[in-house]
Nanobody
């Protein structure tokens, strides 16, 4: 139901904008908390950033907010992750996810998200 795009192979210092989309008649991003996670090879899936259903962003403590920005376009039902000045440590599969939890703060745990995309690979060369 969620489809990510925008990944690729880039050199260190480059930028990428990941996108996540689902048809509005599936569910609306404005009614769900949304999140971005990443999973490096052999590692666990880690929270990167989330945005609540009311549009408030939240970032993991390990996320460099100077380089990563989460946003959404409610009209088109798109979720974005802008990533700047990428480095090899950012290499991972990036997943978007949707939560059905209540409250006004996007959750940061993967177990609180029930809808997942297939992921998009980001590879950063040195």
């Amino acid at each position: 139901q969620l489809v990510e795009s925008g990944g690729g192979l880039v050199q260190a210092g480059a930028s990428l904008r990941l996108a996540c989309h689902t048809p509005p008649d599936t569910f609306s991003f404005s009614a769900h908390h949304m999140g971005w996670f990443r999973q490096a090879l052999g590692e666990e899936r880690l929270f990167v950033a989330g945005i609540s259903w009311i549009g408030d962003p939240i970032y993991a403590g390990t996320t460099d907010k100077r380089r990563f920005t989460i946003s959404r376009d409610v009209a088109s039902n798109n979720l974005y992750l802008e990533m700047n000045n990428l480095n090899p440590e950012d290499t991972a599969v990036y997943f978007c996810a949707a939560s059905v939890l209540g409250g006004t703060r996007a959750p940061t745990s993967a177990q609180d998200y029930i809808y997942w995309g297939q992921g998009t690979q980001v590879t950063v060369g040195s």
